[in-house]
């Protein structure tokens, strides 16, 4: 686990504990209000605090998923990337996908802006 700590990995910490505990307003007060997100498991981007809820609210109806980031890594132009473990079951409970996955966040005035999932750097973790 990384120690690092600045407001923007503190940010991204807060954004994955409100996200794990399906607490949508808490995750969306710390977006800012035309934020890009990615439709993971759909394909596609949402835009806007309305689309990532309603995105979501639609997602948490029918899967479970739990993003636990491992390491961030600071990247140029206000961008971070973190290596997440991801687990996502079905609503009964069985795993669906359990991987590890990067997450590329841009902040911008300490909100964050975008998010995009992407490959990780080559580490050790194998697919």
């Known amino acids: 686990m990384s120690d690092q700590s600045t ?14 505990a399906q607490d949508i307003d808490a995750t969306l007060a710390l977006m800012a209000p ?5 439709r993971a ?9 309305e689309e990532v ?4 609210t639609e997602q948490w109806s029918e899967i479970n998923g739990h993003v636990e980031p491992v390491t961030f890594h600071p990247e140029e132009a206000g961008r ?8 996502v ?3 009964a409970g069985a795993v669906l996908a ?9 902040i911008a005035q300490g909100l964050i802006q975008a998010m995009e999932v992407c490959p990780l750097p080559s580490s050790g973790h194998t697919a």
């Open 89 to 91: 079951r079905d609503l």
């Open 53 to 56: 809820r309603a995105y979501w």
């Open 7 to 20: 407001p923007e990995i503190e940010l991204l910490r807060a954004a994955y504990a409100s996200f794990n």
């Open 80 to 87: 971070i990337l973190v290596e997440v473990h991801q687990v």
């Open 98 to 106: 359990d991987e590890h996955v990067g997450h590329r966040f841009t």
């Open 34 to 38: 035309d934020v890009t997100w990615p």
């Open 41 to 49: 498991f759909k394909g596609g981007f949402v835009r806007g605090s």
